[in-house]
Protein backbone atom coordinates (compact mmCIF):
# COMPACT_ATOMS: atom_id res chain seq x y z
CA UNK A 1 0.00 0.00 0.00
CA UNK A 2 1.27 3.65 -0.66
CA UNK A 3 1.78 5.58 2.29
CA UNK A 4 -1.04 7.99 3.24
CA UNK A 5 -0.50 11.91 2.44
CA UNK A 6 0.85 13.86 5.06
CA UNK A 7 -1.50 16.82 4.28
CA UNK A 8 -5.16 16.51 3.15
CA UNK A 9 -6.84 20.04 1.32
CA UNK A 10 -10.59 20.18 2.18
CA UNK A 11 -12.44 22.64 -0.49
CA UNK A 12 -16.17 22.74 -0.81
CA UNK A 13 -17.91 23.78 -4.03
CA UNK A 14 -21.01 24.81 -5.34
CA UNK A 15 -21.25 26.63 -8.16
CA UNK A 16 -18.01 28.08 -8.82
CA UNK A 17 -16.75 27.21 -12.70
CA UNK A 18 -15.75 31.19 -13.11
CA UNK A 19 -13.02 29.83 -10.07
CA UNK A 20 -11.66 26.29 -10.58
CA UNK A 21 -9.46 26.85 -12.96
CA UNK A 22 -7.60 29.70 -11.30
CA UNK A 23 -7.89 27.60 -7.86
CA UNK A 24 -6.33 24.85 -9.54
CA UNK A 25 -3.69 26.92 -11.31
CA UNK A 26 -2.94 28.98 -7.62
CA UNK A 27 -3.05 25.87 -5.25
CA UNK A 28 -1.38 23.15 -6.83
CA UNK A 29 1.64 24.40 -7.10
CA UNK A 30 1.79 25.92 -3.78
CA UNK A 31 1.06 21.89 -2.37
CA UNK A 32 3.88 20.87 -4.46
CA UNK A 33 6.33 23.23 -3.63
CA UNK A 34 5.22 22.26 0.04
CA UNK A 35 7.86 18.79 -0.25
CA UNK A 36 5.35 17.07 1.61
CA UNK A 37 3.06 14.04 0.61
CA UNK A 38 -0.86 16.15 -0.08
CA UNK A 39 -4.71 15.10 -1.32
CA UNK A 40 -7.03 17.67 -2.17
CA UNK A 41 -10.28 16.86 -1.74
CA UNK A 42 -13.02 18.46 -3.69
CA UNK A 43 -16.76 18.06 -2.62
CA UNK A 44 -19.32 19.05 -5.28
CA UNK A 45 -22.23 20.55 -3.24
CA UNK A 46 -24.45 20.04 -6.23
CA UNK A 47 -23.69 22.66 -8.19
CA UNK A 48 -25.95 23.75 -11.05
CA UNK A 49 -23.23 25.07 -13.01
CA UNK A 50 -20.13 23.39 -14.64
CA UNK A 51 -18.22 22.62 -11.42
CA UNK A 52 -17.97 18.77 -11.32
CA UNK A 53 -16.63 18.52 -15.11
CA UNK A 54 -13.70 21.02 -14.11
CA UNK A 55 -13.22 18.40 -11.30
CA UNK A 56 -13.35 15.64 -12.93
CA UNK A 57 -10.95 17.06 -15.63
CA UNK A 58 -8.84 17.84 -12.69
CA UNK A 59 -8.85 14.65 -11.16
CA UNK A 60 -8.04 13.16 -14.75
CA UNK A 61 -5.18 15.22 -14.94
CA UNK A 62 -3.78 15.11 -11.15
CA UNK A 63 -5.22 11.99 -10.29
CA UNK A 64 -2.66 10.85 -7.54
CA UNK A 65 -3.61 14.07 -5.39
CA UNK A 66 -7.15 14.39 -6.09
CA UNK A 67 -10.41 13.23 -5.27
CA UNK A 68 -13.70 14.40 -5.91
CA UNK A 69 -17.08 13.91 -3.68
CA UNK A 70 -20.06 13.81 -6.06
CA UNK A 71 -23.32 15.16 -3.55
CA UNK A 72 -26.52 14.84 -5.69
CA UNK A 73 -28.07 17.85 -4.43
CA UNK A 74 -26.99 21.12 -2.34
CA UNK A 75 -26.48 20.05 1.17
CA UNK A 76 -24.24 23.37 3.08
CA UNK A 77 -20.67 24.35 3.00
CA UNK A 78 -20.37 22.74 6.20
CA UNK A 79 -22.11 19.12 5.11
CA UNK A 80 -19.68 19.34 2.16
CA UNK A 81 -16.91 19.60 4.40
CA UNK A 82 -18.09 17.06 6.48
CA UNK A 83 -18.10 14.60 3.46
CA UNK A 84 -14.62 15.14 2.91
CA UNK A 85 -13.59 15.19 6.35
CA UNK A 86 -14.85 11.37 7.02
CA UNK A 87 -12.42 10.25 3.67
CA UNK A 88 -9.48 12.14 5.14
CA UNK A 89 -6.15 10.33 4.90
CA UNK A 90 -3.61 12.73 5.90
CA UNK A 91 -2.66 13.82 9.42
CA UNK A 92 -2.78 17.46 9.17
CA UNK A 93 -6.28 19.04 7.36
CA UNK A 94 -6.26 22.29 5.88
CA UNK A 95 -10.05 23.66 4.79
CA UNK A 96 -10.56 26.85 2.22
CA UNK A 97 -13.10 28.14 0.25
CA UNK A 98 -12.90 27.46 -3.61
CA UNK A 99 -13.66 31.26 -4.57
CA UNK A 100 -9.78 32.38 -3.54
CA UNK A 101 -11.18 34.22 -0.94
CA UNK A 102 -8.61 32.59 1.49
CA UNK A 103 -5.44 32.58 -0.92
CA UNK A 104 -4.12 29.27 -1.42
CA UNK A 105 -0.64 31.02 -1.21
CA UNK A 106 -1.09 31.57 2.89
CA UNK A 107 -1.45 27.88 3.90
CA UNK A 108 2.07 27.31 4.10
CA UNK A 109 1.63 29.99 7.06
CA UNK A 110 -0.85 27.62 8.58
CA UNK A 111 1.50 24.47 8.68
CA UNK A 112 4.37 26.22 9.99
CA UNK A 113 2.31 26.32 13.25
CA UNK A 114 1.19 23.30 13.03
CA UNK A 115 4.60 21.97 12.75
CA UNK A 116 5.17 24.09 15.88
CA UNK A 117 2.96 21.94 18.04
CA UNK A 118 -0.35 23.77 17.74
CA UNK A 119 -3.23 21.04 16.96
CA UNK A 120 -5.97 24.09 15.63
CA UNK A 121 -4.97 26.81 13.57
CA UNK A 122 -7.86 29.13 13.25
CA UNK A 123 -6.89 32.28 10.12
CA UNK A 124 -8.32 35.37 11.05
CA UNK A 125 -8.58 37.78 7.73
CA UNK A 126 -6.50 40.73 7.72
CA UNK A 127 -8.11 42.72 5.41
CA UNK A 128 -11.71 41.75 4.98
CA UNK A 129 -13.28 42.18 1.75
CA UNK A 130 -16.65 42.11 2.52
CA UNK A 131 -19.39 44.15 2.34
CA UNK A 132 -20.20 46.80 4.72
CA UNK A 133 -23.00 44.86 5.47
CA UNK A 134 -21.26 41.38 6.06
CA UNK A 135 -18.17 42.73 7.69
CA UNK A 136 -20.74 44.56 10.57
CA UNK A 137 -22.79 41.72 10.79
CA UNK A 138 -20.23 39.46 11.60
CA UNK A 139 -18.57 41.58 14.06
CA UNK A 140 -22.01 41.79 15.72
CA UNK A 141 -22.14 37.86 15.33
CA UNK A 142 -18.66 37.20 17.24
CA UNK A 143 -19.59 39.51 20.10
CA UNK A 144 -22.75 37.29 20.65
CA UNK A 145 -20.86 34.41 20.13
CA UNK A 146 -18.60 35.55 22.74
CA UNK A 147 -20.70 36.16 25.18
CA UNK A 148 -23.11 32.71 24.90
CA UNK A 149 -20.33 30.27 24.34
CA UNK A 150 -17.28 29.41 25.35
CA UNK A 151 -15.56 29.81 22.27
CA UNK A 152 -12.95 32.32 21.65
CA UNK A 153 -12.45 33.04 17.84
CA UNK A 154 -11.76 36.34 16.26
CA UNK A 155 -12.81 35.63 12.48
CA UNK A 156 -15.30 32.66 12.69
CA UNK A 157 -16.20 33.14 9.60
CA UNK A 158 -12.66 32.47 8.49
CA UNK A 159 -12.99 29.06 6.69
CA UNK A 160 -9.09 29.12 5.88
CA UNK A 161 -7.76 26.33 9.14
CA UNK A 162 -5.52 23.86 9.54
CA UNK A 163 -6.56 20.82 12.51
CA UNK A 164 -4.66 17.65 13.44
CA UNK A 165 -6.10 14.71 12.29
CA UNK A 166 -7.37 13.75 15.58
CA UNK A 167 -9.80 16.31 16.07
CA UNK A 168 -11.04 15.61 13.00
CA UNK A 169 -11.59 11.90 14.04
CA UNK A 170 -13.46 13.59 17.07
CA UNK A 171 -15.63 15.87 14.95
CA UNK A 172 -16.76 13.02 12.61
CA UNK A 173 -17.71 10.56 15.77
CA UNK A 174 -19.43 13.59 16.94
CA UNK A 175 -22.16 12.95 14.49
CA UNK A 176 -22.87 16.73 14.71
CA UNK A 177 -25.78 18.25 12.73
CA UNK A 178 -25.78 20.78 10.98
CA UNK A 179 -23.02 22.68 12.98
CA UNK A 180 -20.15 24.92 13.02
CA UNK A 181 -17.32 22.84 11.85
CA UNK A 182 -14.88 25.86 13.51
CA UNK A 183 -16.59 26.08 17.05
CA UNK A 184 -16.92 22.48 17.01
CA UNK A 185 -13.22 21.67 15.87
CA UNK A 186 -12.08 24.50 18.62
CA UNK A 187 -14.20 22.89 21.41
CA UNK A 188 -11.87 19.63 20.54
CA UNK A 189 -8.82 21.27 20.48
CA UNK A 190 -6.41 20.94 23.25
CA UNK A 191 -3.82 23.66 21.91
CA UNK A 192 -5.06 25.88 19.42
CA UNK A 193 -4.21 29.48 18.18
CA UNK A 194 -4.79 32.05 15.37
CA UNK A 195 -2.44 33.48 12.22
CA UNK A 196 -3.59 36.50 10.47
CA UNK A 197 -4.10 35.37 6.58
CA UNK A 198 -5.06 37.61 3.95
CA UNK A 199 -8.14 37.84 2.04
CA UNK A 200 -9.23 38.60 -1.20
CA UNK A 201 -12.01 39.58 -2.78
CA UNK A 202 -14.45 36.86 -4.55
CA UNK A 203 -12.63 35.91 -7.34
CA UNK A 204 -16.05 35.79 -9.50
CA UNK A 205 -19.22 35.07 -9.15
CA UNK A 206 -21.38 36.05 -6.08
CA UNK A 207 -21.72 34.80 -2.17
CA UNK A 208 -23.98 31.88 -1.75
CA UNK A 209 -24.86 33.10 1.22
CA UNK A 210 -28.65 35.13 1.26
CA UNK A 211 -28.83 36.64 4.33
CA UNK A 212 -31.73 33.98 5.48
CA UNK A 213 -28.97 30.97 4.73
CA UNK A 214 -26.37 33.88 7.56
CA UNK A 215 -29.15 33.94 10.15
CA UNK A 216 -30.12 30.13 10.16
CA UNK A 217 -25.95 29.85 10.48
CA UNK A 218 -25.56 31.33 13.44
CA UNK A 219 -28.89 30.27 14.92
CA UNK A 220 -27.35 27.50 14.87
CA UNK A 221 -23.79 28.38 16.05
CA UNK A 222 -25.60 29.44 19.24
CA UNK A 223 -27.96 26.90 19.85
CA UNK A 224 -25.47 24.44 19.27
CA UNK A 225 -23.15 25.51 21.51
CA UNK A 226 -25.07 26.78 24.35
CA UNK A 227 -28.11 26.61 26.25
CA UNK A 228 -27.42 30.04 27.35
CA UNK A 229 -30.75 31.14 25.14
CA UNK A 230 -33.25 29.17 26.80
CA UNK A 231 -31.60 30.29 29.99
CA UNK A 232 -31.32 33.95 30.01
CA UNK A 233 -35.66 33.51 28.58
CA UNK A 234 -36.51 31.86 31.33
CA UNK A 235 -35.10 34.73 33.34
CA UNK A 236 -36.46 37.17 31.34
CA UNK A 237 -39.85 35.08 31.89
CA UNK A 238 -39.40 35.38 35.53
CA UNK A 239 -38.44 39.05 35.43
CA UNK A 240 -41.69 40.08 33.36
CA UNK A 241 -43.73 37.81 35.71
CA UNK A 242 -42.25 38.84 38.47
CA UNK A 243 -43.72 42.92 36.59
CA UNK A 244 -47.05 42.13 35.68
CA UNK A 245 -47.49 40.46 39.21
CA UNK A 246 -46.79 43.56 40.78
CA UNK A 247 -48.69 45.66 37.78
CA UNK A 248 -51.79 43.34 38.69
CA UNK A 249 -51.74 44.47 42.69
CA UNK A 250 -51.49 47.92 41.71
CA UNK A 251 -54.39 48.03 39.29
CA UNK A 252 -56.22 45.87 42.12
CA UNK A 253 -55.55 48.78 44.71
CA UNK A 254 -56.24 51.59 42.25
CA UNK A 255 -59.80 49.86 41.67
CA UNK A 256 -60.80 48.71 45.09
CA UNK A 257 -59.73 51.42 47.40
CA UNK A 258 -59.18 54.65 44.78
CA UNK A 259 -62.13 53.51 42.54
CA UNK A 260 -60.44 54.34 39.88
CA UNK A 261 -61.73 52.62 36.74
CA UNK A 262 -60.28 54.63 33.50
CA UNK A 263 -58.18 53.14 30.99
CA UNK A 264 -58.05 49.44 32.47
CA UNK A 265 -59.12 47.50 29.93
CA UNK A 266 -56.17 49.62 27.85
CA UNK A 267 -53.57 48.98 30.07
CA UNK A 268 -54.68 44.85 30.38
CA UNK A 269 -54.60 44.57 26.75
CA UNK A 270 -51.12 45.84 26.81
CA UNK A 271 -50.20 43.83 29.72
CA UNK A 272 -52.08 40.69 27.61
CA UNK A 273 -50.06 41.97 24.33
CA UNK A 274 -46.73 41.90 26.05
CA UNK A 275 -47.06 38.61 27.58
CA UNK A 276 -48.47 37.03 25.03
CA UNK A 277 -45.10 37.96 23.00
CA UNK A 278 -42.67 36.73 25.74
CA UNK A 279 -44.41 33.42 24.92
CA UNK A 280 -44.33 33.08 21.39
CA UNK A 281 -40.45 33.85 21.31
CA UNK A 282 -40.41 30.71 24.53
CA UNK A 283 -41.90 28.89 21.94
CA UNK A 284 -39.96 29.73 18.98
CA UNK A 285 -36.98 29.00 21.37
CA UNK A 286 -37.92 25.69 22.64
CA UNK A 287 -39.35 24.85 18.67
CA UNK A 288 -35.36 24.84 17.75
CA UNK A 289 -33.77 22.75 21.03
CA UNK A 290 -36.30 20.34 20.29
CA UNK A 291 -36.01 20.39 16.01
CA UNK A 292 -32.23 19.56 17.19
CA UNK A 293 -33.11 16.87 19.15
CA UNK A 294 -35.35 15.58 16.08
CA UNK A 295 -32.58 15.78 13.86
CA UNK A 296 -30.54 13.77 16.16
CA UNK A 297 -32.45 11.01 17.30
CA UNK A 298 -34.21 10.65 13.06
CA UNK A 299 -30.89 10.27 12.85
CA UNK A 300 -31.28 10.57 8.94
CA UNK A 301 -28.29 10.37 6.72
CA UNK A 302 -27.56 14.19 6.22
CA UNK A 303 -25.94 13.92 2.43
CA UNK A 304 -26.17 11.35 -0.49
CA UNK A 305 -22.98 10.88 -2.13
CA UNK A 306 -23.84 10.22 -5.75
CA UNK A 307 -20.21 9.47 -6.99
CA UNK A 308 -16.39 9.36 -5.77
CA UNK A 309 -13.78 9.80 -7.77
CA UNK A 310 -10.40 9.12 -6.65
CA UNK A 311 -7.52 6.80 -6.84
CA UNK A 312 -7.65 3.33 -4.81
CA UNK A 313 -4.30 3.01 -2.67
CA UNK A 314 -3.60 0.14 -4.58
CA UNK A 315 -3.87 1.42 -7.93
CA UNK A 316 -1.82 4.55 -6.41
CA UNK A 317 1.14 1.94 -5.50
CA UNK A 318 0.96 0.91 -9.27
CA UNK A 319 1.17 4.11 -10.34
CA UNK A 320 4.34 4.90 -8.35
CA UNK A 321 7.29 3.75 -9.82
CA UNK A 322 9.32 3.18 -6.34
CA UNK A 323 6.21 2.19 -4.17
CA UNK A 324 7.60 2.87 -0.05
CA UNK A 325 7.12 -0.85 1.39
CA UNK A 326 4.07 -0.38 3.93
N1 LIG B 1 -20.40 26.44 -0.65
C1 LIG B 1 -20.89 25.13 -0.66
N2 LIG B 1 -22.23 24.93 -0.52
C2 LIG B 1 -23.12 25.96 -0.37
C3 LIG B 1 -22.60 27.28 -0.33
C4 LIG B 1 -21.24 27.47 -0.47
O1 LIG B 1 -20.14 24.17 -0.79
O2 LIG B 1 -24.32 25.72 -0.26
C5 LIG B 1 -18.95 26.66 -0.81
C6 LIG B 1 -18.55 27.65 -1.89
O3 LIG B 1 -18.35 27.03 -3.13
C7 LIG B 1 -17.25 28.22 -1.34
C8 LIG B 1 -17.47 28.20 0.17
O4 LIG B 1 -18.49 27.23 0.40
O5 LIG B 1 -16.15 27.38 -1.63
C9 LIG B 1 -17.87 29.56 0.71
O6 LIG B 1 -19.02 30.02 0.03
P1 LIG B 1 -19.23 31.56 -0.34
O7 LIG B 1 -18.00 32.12 -0.97
O8 LIG B 1 -20.48 31.66 -1.09
O9 LIG B 1 -19.44 32.18 1.10
P2 LIG B 1 -18.84 33.56 1.69
O10 LIG B 1 -17.40 33.65 1.26
O11 LIG B 1 -19.69 34.62 1.12
O12 LIG B 1 -19.01 33.38 3.17
MG1 LIG C 1 -16.57 33.41 -0.41
Not at 89 to 116: C, F, H, M, S, Y
Request: glycine share 6%.
Amino acid sequence: MASPPQLSIVIPVYNEELNLPTLFARLYPVLDGLGRGYEVIFTNDGSADRSMELLRAQHGSRPDVTRVIDFNANYTQHMAIMAAFERVRGQIIVTLDADLQNPPEEIPKLLAKIDGGFDYVGGFRLNRQDSFFRTYASRLINYVREHTTSIEMTDQGCMLRAYRRPIIDAIVRSGAINTFIPALAYSFSGNPTEVGVKHEERHAGVSNYSFYKLVRLNFDLITGFSIAPLQYFTMFAMASAACSFVLVLVLAYMRIFLNDNTNGVFTLFGIMFFLLSVAMIGIGLIGEYVGRSYQVVRARQQYFVREVLETSDTARTAANSNPKPN
